[in-house]
């Protein structure tokens, strides 16, 4: 009797401890669950695959690398990953490969018989039909195995674009329009500095260094002030002047060639004519000698 | 450090006068006032200004007659002048004298801004610095 009592009690205890483990390791399962989901996934469906091997087999596909968008004619590459199949042994699946419009039409389809023993990762090349339109399409991927389609079905989407010039119209609309806005910035700003330039030296002052020293001053300022009316009125100003009696100018520069006339009746009629046109009086300056 | 800057002021209208030496006052210059050609002529002979700025049409003395008379002195024949007046340089009498007396700017009172005759001053005195 004592010595049942303490069989029992064994018992009890290792009943207890069982428990005790089965609980740490329902919690530490939980937890490592949580972290790896994946893995306890694949640890599940293999536990399921021994008593039903197609209601677990997996199938996972994703856009190889970072082509997310292909043109009509080119290859699409399709990652592909089986796993869960056979229960250790080799076994023939059949991969259906398609490719949905958004409105629902199968615009293309093949599919390959691919030898799996438990898991089989690939990439698959589908070269997209030529002429097919631009928008956004599905690749979808199923597999059959044992005759019977399995649930297991993975997509993605991808855009399929025609390209121009080798690149990609929407592309090429972009990079053609910043080129352009570029080319017309440039020109803009080309056109800016050329002007500034003519400007600048158009009314710069004229050096008259080799006019004898007692009619240079009236040389320097009648050519300064019709530089500075060629800013204020433009090229009007240089017909002004050479209109005035005894004034002789390069029509295309304004530079003063000679006086055949009294210089101070000159500068007198040149600020007169200034004035009729700007219809306020003129002031000059005189250069530092 | 810098010296201030004698600029001597003949202008006959008391107010424009007043707001010529003011803007000189703030822009740390120190001003000499003349109301017309005679009172410039005594004031830039015994003072020297280092710049002269003056009115052609003026009671008792002109301004060019006053010009005429500063650069007959051997201080005023290099003292820098700027016109400042309402006078058309359309009579060749006129801009004989002009050229004759070289003044460094010949300015129409009306196209001019206060702070750009002063911008004037400034550049024809950092020149002679």
């Not at chain 1, 090349?125 to 991927?141: D, M, N």
């Not at chain 1, 352009?180 to 050329?194: K, R, Y």
């Not at chain 2, 002021?9 to 010529?20: H, P, Q, T």
């Not at chain 2, 004759?100 to 801004?113: E, N, Q, R, V």
Request: aromatic fraction near 6%; hydrophobic fraction near 45%; include cysteine.
């Amino acid at each position: 009797m004592r010595k049942a009592k303490q069989k029992m009690k064994i018992l009890r205890n290792i009943i207890l401890i069982c428990l005790l483990i089965v609980m740490m390791s329902s919690i530490l399962a939980s937890k490592f669950r949580r972290e790896n989901p994946g893995y306890v996934e694949i640890l599940l469906a293999q536990v399921s695959q021994a008593l039903d091997v197609t209601k677990n087999a997996q199938v996972d596909t994703s856009n190889a690398g970072v082509v997310v968008k292909v043109a009509p004619g080119e290859l699409l590459p399709i990652a592909v990953k089986l796993s869960n199949f056979g229960g250790g042994r080799r076994v023939d699946v059949l991969v259906e490969y398609s490719i949905i419009s958004s409105t629902g039409e199968k615009i293309y389809s093949t599919n390959e018989t691919v030898a799996v023993e438990t898991t089989n990762n690939f990439i698959k090349t589908i070269q997209i039909p030529f002429g097919t339109g631009g928008g956004v399409y599905i690749a979808k991927t199923s597999i059959i195995y044992n005759g019977q389609l399995v649930p297991a079905t993975t997509q993605f989407s991808f855009t399929i674009e025609k390209k121009i010039l080798g690149i990609f119209q929407s592309d090429f609309i972009l990079y053609g329009g910043i080129a352009i806005l570029v080319s017309i910035f440039m020109a803009a700003l080309g056109h800016v500095l050329i002007k500034r330039r003519q400007r600048t030296m158009r009314l710069a002052p004229v050096d008259y260094s080799d006019v004898p020293h007692d009619t240079r001053v009236f040389y320097e300022l009648i050519s300064d002030t019709i530089m500075g009316m060629r800013q204020q009125v433009g090229e009007s100003a240089l017909d002004i002047a050479k209109q005035i009696e005894g004034l002789v100018i390069d029509e295309k520069t304004g530079r003063v060639l000679r006086l055949t006339t009294k210089p101070s009746k000159v500068v007198a009629e040149l600020v007169s004519g200034y004035e009729k046109v700007l219809g306020k009086k003129v002031s000059f300056s005189f250069r530092n000698s | 450090m810098k010296t201030q800057k004698t600029i001597l002021v003949v202008e006959d209208e008391k107010s424009l006068r007043e707001a010529i030496v003011d803007i000189l006052k703030i822009k740390n210059f120190n001003p000499l006032e003349a109301k017309n050609g005679k009172e410039g002529v005594d004031l830039a002979l015994e003072k020297h200004p280092d710049l002269i700025l003056l009115d052609l049409l003026m009671p008792e003395m002109d301004g060019m007659t006053a010009l005429k008379n500063i650069r007959q002195d051997s201080w005023g024949e290099k003292v820098p002048v700027i016109i400042l007046t309402n006078l058309s340089a359309t009579k060749e009498q006129l801009i004989e004298d002009v050229v004759t007396h070289k003044p460094m700017h010949y300015l129409i009172k009306s196209d001019w801004k206060l702070h750009d005759v002063v911008d004037k001053i400034e550049k024809i005195l950092e020149m002679q610095n």
